[in-house]
């Protein structure tokens, strides 16, 4: 082989490597966007694909886009009464913007968990405690409504925030406890008058009843009588009244009485 060709096929050789060694390639998943940075500055963002990169200044950052739950641990704050709580959160997000969420701030999830802390801490504060245990379901929609403009600012989208637990002072407890007990009670009496008042209601129109008719009180005697069994019903026939007949025979005669006489 002559002298220049090997050259050729050398120096061919050499740049392949380094070609080799400089193009490299990044897979950015259906669930991922890629934020591409040429010598450190942002020029767009990747989709779902394959691509080919020059490596010695090319970088790809991935990000997940996918929701994901960020829990917001217990913590004591106080209600509008000066009433002590301990509240935890749970709140469902996901990155909107990649590009601002990753550029915009140092971390977007610690700006996310500083926003939900804060916006619970407000909405704890602006009610007193009986207005927040009555109001307990809607707590989370209010601390998301209240963080979701800043937390858009840092591209990101808050979906939902549900209230975990939220746990009173162990005397502040008993005491609900006991209210809890005595309006139930309450409620328990209320219903027992309730019955009386109509049962007594019932008896004053039944005696009403009575009095404009005395013989519905026979009658409810002998329908009292008649649902129990071993009671021996006498009822009693005027002597001036004349044979009962009887259907399907003759007349009973009367005891003591003398027998027809003949024509």
Known sequence: MPPIALA??????????VVNRSVGSV?????????????????GVLGPGKYW?????TTVRKVDIRPRVVPVAGQEVLSADGVALKVS????????????????VESYEVALYTALQLALRAVIAASPIEELLQNRG????QVAERAAGEVRAIGLELQDAELKDLTLPGELKKIFTQVVRARQEGLAALEK??????????????AQMIERNPNLLHLRLLQ?????SGNTLVLGVPSASGPIPVRGGEPPQL??????SEA
């Not at 990169?53 to 200044?57: E, H, I, K, R």
């Not at 749970?90 to 601002?100: H, K, Q, S, T, Y």
């Not at 309730?194 to 049962?199: F, I, K, L």
């Not at 009292?224 to 129990?228: A, E, I, P």
Request: without cysteine; proline residues 3%; hydrophobic residues 50%.
């Open 224 to 228: 009292v009588l008649g649902q129990q």
């Open 138 to 141: 809607a707590l989370g929609r």
């Open 8 to 17: 050729l096929a050398v120096v061919a050789l050499i740049v392949a490597l």
């Open 89 to 104: 959160l749970a709140a469902r997000f996901r990155v909107l913007d990649p590009a601002l969420a990753l550029n915009g």
């Open 193 to 206: 008058a309730r019955g009386e008042t109509a049962a007594l209601r019932n008896l004053a129109n039944a």
């Open 27 to 43: 897979t950015v998943y259906e669930f991922e966007r890629g934020l591409r940075y040429t010598r450190g500055r942002f020029r």
């Open 255 to 260: 005891a003591g009485g003398s027998e027809g």
């Open 53 to 57: 990169l020059w490596a010695p200044t």
